[in-house]
C-alpha cells in the first residue's frame, strides 16, 4: 500500500505531505516558544529592576554569526542536490553539522561560565529565563543535528532509490532549521541586548 | 523486495515472498505496533476505555467518602494501605489524589483519546477515502507515547509521596511546594502532549491531503469538519502548556520561581526560594490550553451526534453549512476565551469584561450547531437505534451543560458560583451525559463497521437507560448544592459548614448511590462489547444504510481499506431524496446514466 502524495504534490493543495506536515509542526512550535517569550515578557514587566551585561554579548554575536551561516550552508546543501551535485550536497550539509556544533561548544562555554560561579537557574529570575530558553532552544538545535546525522550517514542512501524524495527530506530539515535559526534570532537581543 | 518479514523466514524461500499480494506482517507488527490506522484507532480506543473505567472507579471511592465521611470504604477498605486509607478510612491526602487524578485522567487519557486518537483514527481516513493516515509511523509513535505518559500517570500512585494531588489544574504555589507525584504528573502530560502533536499533525495533513476523488470540502462529512476543528486546536493550544509545564518542572527541579512570589509563606515558614515568579502566569498558560481542550472534548462529539442523527432521522442534516460555518468560527473563538476561568484571580474589571463577552460571543456558534441538530430531527420518522438513543441524549445534556454555563461566563454571577458544585455539575452535564454518551453512540454505530459484527441492542437499550436516570441524579443535585454554596474542594464534602447543613449535605448521598448504580449500568455494555466481537450478529458492509464512504469498505476493512479507489459523487447527507429508489444515496453510488 503507498499513501499518495508522499513525494509528488497534490495538485489542488499544492503541496506535499512531507511539506504541509513540516509547516504545522513549525507552528505548533511557534506556539510554544510564544508562551515562553511571552512568558519573559510578563516576567520582566513585573520585576522591579532586570539584570543587565549579565551575558557576553561577543559570544552571543558569534553565535549568531554561526547560527546565519549555518542556515546558509542548509540552503546550499538543498541547492546542490537539486542541482545534481552530491559532493557539494555532502560537503554543506557536513559544514552545517559541524557549524551547529561549534554553536554548542560555544554555549557550553557560556554555561559553565555562570554555572562555576554557582549562578545557575535558581539564582535569579533573569537566569531562570535565560536557561530555560536557550536550554530548549540547544535542544532543538541537537535535535536537528541528529537529523543531519542521519542523512549524512543511513540515510543517504535514499537519494540513489528516490531522489525526489530525498531532496524534499533535506528541504523539510532546511525548513526546521531556519525555525531554529529564527527562534535564536529572537533569543539573541532578548536576552543579550536588550 | 529484498526484505522478508519474519513470518517468511522459515519455510519461505526468498524469491517466493513477491507472490504475496502484500507483505505478511507478523504478530508484534500487525497488532502491537502497528502502523495501520484501525488498528491504531481499536488500540486508542480501548486504552481509553479502560482509562476511563479507572477514572471512573477513583470517582466512585471519592463518593463514599462524601456520601459517608470519616467512614471505612466497605469490602474493598483495605486494599489501599494504610499510608493512604488506615482501617479503610480514606485520609485527605487520599482524596485529593483521587480528585486530581481523576480529572487529569478522564480528560488526558480518557476522553480526548477516545474521541480524536480512536475515533478520528479509525473512521476519518475510511470517512474520506484514504487508505491509512498520511504518516503511519508517526501515528504508531503517537500511540506508545499516549501510553507511556499513561503508564507515567498510573505509576505516580505507587510512588513513596503518592500521585499529583493539586487538582488536574495544578495551579502554583501549592503544586509546586507539594512533595510526591506533581513531577510525575508533569513529566506525564509532556509525554502526552507530544503524543497529540504527533496526532494532530497527521489528522491536519490527512484531510487536506488525502481526501479522495470528488470529495471537496462541503462533501466532507461534519465528523471529519469536526476532527479537523479539533487537530487545530490540539496542534495550536497545547504548546502553551508543554511550556508550562516546562517551567513548572524547573520550579520543581531546578529551583526556578516561574510561578512562585517573593515572600511566599508556607506553614509560618518563608519559602527559601528567589521569588519573583508569578502564580497567575500558570494559570494563564494553563487555560490557554484547557479551555480550547474544553471543545476538543466536545467538537469530536457533536460529529458523532451529527453523523448517528443524519443516518437514523433519515433526512440531511438541516443547515450543513451553517454547522460548518459554526464549527471553524468555534475553533478560532476558542482561543480568546481561557480567562474566564480567573474572574476571581483579581485580573482586573478590563479584562474580565473582556473575556465575558468573548465567551457570550462563543455561545452563539454553539447554539447554532445545537438547533440544527434539533432541526434535523423535525419531521422525521426517527429510527430508535441504540446509537441513536444516545445521540439523541446527548442534545438535552449537551444544552444543560452549555445553558447552566452561561452564569458561570459573565463575571457578576460567577462570584457566588464559582468553586462551587455547580461548576461540577455545569462541566459534567457537557462532557458525561454529553460527549461520554456520544462517544458510547459512536461504539455502537461503528461497531459493525470494525468488527462486522453488531452489538446486541437489548442489552444496548439497558445499558443507555439505566445510564441516562442515574447520570442525571449524579449531576442534577449539583446545581442545587452548588448554588447554596457548597465547595467543590471539600474532604467531607462540606458538612463542617453550616450553611450545608440538610439538603445540601443529604444529595452527597442520592449522588453516591446513582454514582455507584451508574457503575453498575456499564456492566452490560463491557459484556456486550466483548460478546459482540465474537458472537454479535454478523452483518453486512452497510448495516445502518448509511451515505458515507467508510460503508463502501468490507467490515472490517483490510490493510490498505477500500478494495477499489473510491470516488465521490455528492454530498454526505443524501437521504430521501425525492425520485430515488431507496431512501439513501450513497457518496460513493455512481450517477445514473
Not at chain 1, 535558581?122 to 531562570?128: K, P
Not at chain 1, 541528529?146 to 542512501?157: D, E, H, K, L, R
Request: hydrophobic content about 50%; proline content about 6%.
Amino acid at each position: 500500500m503507498n499513501i499518495p502524495y508522499t513525494v509528488e504534490t497534490r495538485p489542488d493543495t499544492g503541496l506535499n505531505n512531507g511539506k504541509l506536515g513540516i509547516w504545522l509542526f513549525l507552528a505548533s512550535e511557534v506556539m510554544l516558544f510564544g508562551a515562553l517569550f511571552s512568558t519573559y515578557i510578563i516576567l520582566r514587566t513585573s520585576a522591579p529592576v532586570w539584570p543587565h551585561g549579565e551575558l557576553s554579548i561577543l559570544l552571543g554575536a558569534i553565535n549568531t554569526v554561526i547560527l546565519i551561516s549555518s542556515s546558509v550552508t542548509m540552503v546550499m546543501a538543498w541547492a546542490s542536490l537539486k542541482m545534481n551535485e552530491w559532493a557539494k550536497h555532502r560537503l554543506y550539509l557536513i559544514a552545517t553539522f559541524l557549524l551547529a556544533a561549534v554553536f554548542l561548544v560555544n554555549k557550553y562555554f557560556e554555561y559553565a561560565e555562570h554555572l562555576t560561579h554557582g549562578e545557575g537557574p535558581w539564582h535569579s529570575t533573569f537566569l531562570a529565563i535565560y536557561f530555560t530558553l536557550t536550554g530548549l532552544h540547544g535542544l532543538h538545535i541537537i535535535g536537528g543535528m541528529i537529523v543531519m546525522a542521519y542523512f549524512i550517514g543511513p540515510g543517504a542512501s535514499l537519494w540513489k532509490r528516490n531522489p525526489e524524495q530525498f531532496a524534499n527530506r533535506i528541504e523539510l530539515t532546511g525548513l526546521y532549521w531556519h525555525f531554529v535559526d529564527l527562534v535564536w534570532i529572537f533569543l539573541f537581543p532578548v536576552l543579550y541586548l536588550l | 523486495m529484498d526484505k522478508v518479514s519474519t513470518v517468511e523466514t522459515h519455510g519461505h524461500a526468498h524469491g517466493h515472498a513477491h507472490d504475496h499480494a502484500h507483505e505478511e506482517l507478523g504478530f508484534w507488527r500487525k497488532y502491537v505496533f502497528s502502523q495501520d490506522h484501525k488498528v491504531i484507532g481499536i488500540q486508542y480506543a480501548i486504552t481509553a476505555l479502560l482509562f476511563l473505567l479507572f477514572g471512573f472507579g477513583l470517582m466512585m471511592l471519592m463518593r463514599w467518602q462524601l456520601a459517608y465521611p470519616g467512614r471505612p470504604i466497605p469490602v474493598i477498605g483495605g486494599l489501599f494501605g494504610a499510608a493512604n486509607a488506615p482501617g479503610g478510612i480514606m485520609l485527605p491526602e487520599f482524596y485529593n489524589q483521587l480528585g486530581a487524578m481523576h480529572g487529569t485522567i478522564m480528560v488526558f487519557l480518557g476522553v480526548v483519546p477516545l474521541a480524536v486518537g480512536g475515533f478520528g483514527n479509525f473512521v476519518m481516513p475510511l470517512q474520506i477515502g484514504a487508505p491509512d493516515m498520511a504518516f503511519p509511523k508517526l501515528n504508531m509513535m503517537s500511540y506508545w507515547v499516549y501510553f507511556v505518559g499513561g503508564v507515567v500517570m498510573l505509576a505516580s500512585f505507587f510512588m513513596p509521596q503518592g500521585a499529583a494531588r493539586s487538582g488536574w489544574t495544578s495551579y502554583p504555589p501549592l503544586s509546586i511546594v507539594e512533595l510526591g507525584g506533581q513531577t510525575w504528573w508533569l513529566t506525564g502530560m509532556i509525554f502526552l502532549i507530544t503524543s497529540s502533536l504527533l496526532g494532530s499533525v497527521n489528522f491536519i495533513v490527512t484531510i487536506v491531503q488525502l481526501r479522495a476523488k470528488g470529495l471537496s470540502w462541503m462533501r466532507l462529512p461534519f465528523f471529519v469538519w469536526a476532527q479537523l476543528v479539533t487537530a487545530f486546536l490540539l496542534l495550536l493550544a497545547f504548546p502553551p502548556l508543554e511550556a508550562a509545564g516546562v517551567l513548572q518542572l524547573m520550579d520543581r527541579l531546578a529551583g526556578t520561581s516561574f510561578f512562585m512570589p517573593s515572600g511566599l509563606v508556607v506553614g509560618g515558614q518563608v519559602v527559601n526560594v528567589a521569588g519573583g515568579g508569578n502564580p497567575l502566569l500558570w494559570q494563564h498558560l494553563f487555560w490557554f490550553l484547557a479551555h480550547p481542550e474544553v471543545y476538543v472534548l466536545i467538537l469530536p462529539a457533536m460529529g458523532i451526534v451529527s453523523e448517528v442523527i443524519a443516518n437514523n432521522t433519515r433526512k440531511p442534516l438541516w443547515g450543513y453549512r451553517a454547522l460548518v460555518y459554526s464549527i471553524v468560527f468555534l475553533g478560532f473563538m476558542s482561543f480568546i476565551v481561557w480567562a474566564h476561568h480567573m474572574f476571581m484571580t483579581g485580573m482586573g474589571t478590563v479584562m474580565n469584561s473582556f473575556f465575558q463577552v468573548t465567551t457570550m460571543i462563543i455561545s452563539i456558534p454553539s447554539v447554532v450547531i445545537l438547533t440544527a441538530l434539533l432541526l434535523s430531527l423535525w419531521g422525521a420518522s426517527i429510527r430508535f437505534t441504540t446509537p441513536m438513543l444516545f445521540a439523541l441524549a446527548f442534545l438535552p445534556m449537551f444544552g444543560i451543560g452549555g445553558l447552566t454555563g452561561l452564569p458561570l461566563g459573565l463575571a457578576p454571577p460567577d462570584i457566588h458560583l464559582h468553586d462551587t458544585y455547580y461548576v461540577i455539575g455545569h462541566f459534567h452535564y457537557v462532557v458525561a451525559p454529553g460527549t461520554i454518551f456520544a462517544l458510547f453512540a459512536g461504539i455502537y454505530y461503528w461497531f459493525p463497521k470494525a468488527t462486522g459484527r453488531r452489538m446486541n441492542d437489548i442489552l444496548g437499550r439497558i445499558h443507555f437507560w439505566g445510564s441516562f436516570v442515574c447520570i442525571n441524579i449524579v449531576f442534577m443535585p449539583m446545581f442545587i448544592q452548588g448554588l447554596a454554596g457548597m465547595n467543590r474542594r471539600m474532604y467531607d464534602g462540606g458538612a463542617q459548614y453550616a450553611h450545608n447543613a440538610g439538603l445540601p449535605v443529604q444529595l452527597h448521598i442520592w449522588i453516591g448511590m446513582a454514582a455507584w448504580t451508574l457503575g453498575l449500568f456499564q456492566i452490560p455494555f463491557i459484556f456486550n462489547f466483548f460478546w459482540s466481537i465474537w458472537k454479535g450478529k454478523r452483518v453486512s458492509d452497510n448495516p445502518w444504510e448509511a451515505t458515507t464512504l467508510e460503508w463502501s469498505a468490507p467490515s472490517p476493512p483490510g490493510h490498505g481499506n477500500f478494495l477499489t479507489e473510491p470516488v465521490v459523487y455528492r454530498g454526505p447527507y443524501e437521504y430521501s431524496v425525492p425520485g430515488a429508489a431507496k431512501d439513501f444515496t450513497p457518496q460513493f453510488e455512481p450517477e445514473r446514466a
